[in-house]
């Protein structure tokens, strides 16, 4: 084969290549056929959710800090917990 043949092979390749979808690296490993499921774990969102509002109640109830700054950080806790499930209810159920 001559170098200009093998030119015009590579250069068909790379255009061939260069339309198809990037692979991402979950894709590359997945027997043929196979899709990857997205990762939407809910178990995942309530462990966190759970141990923000147990941290919560818990800072509430140790009380070794200022009652103002307890309640700032309950709250705070609180209502990233309650964030958290708010988000994931509307990137999960989004049409």
Do not use: C, H, W
């Amino acid at each position: 084969m001559t170098a200009e043949k093998e030119l015009e092979r590579l250069e068909r390749e790379i255009a061939d290549t260069s339309t198809q979808a990037p692979l991402s690296s979950r894709t590359l490993f997945l027997p043929a056929g196979k899709q990857a499921k997205p990762r939407n774990s809910l178990d995942l969102i309530l462990v966190l959710d759970a141990s923000l509002a147990v941290i919560g109640v818990g800072v509430n109830t140790v009380r070794q800090m200022p009652d103002q700054q307890a309640k700032s950080l309950r709250d705070g806790l609180l209502g990233g917990a309650a964030g958290l499930l708010v988000g994931y209810g509307l990137g999960r159920f989004r049409p």
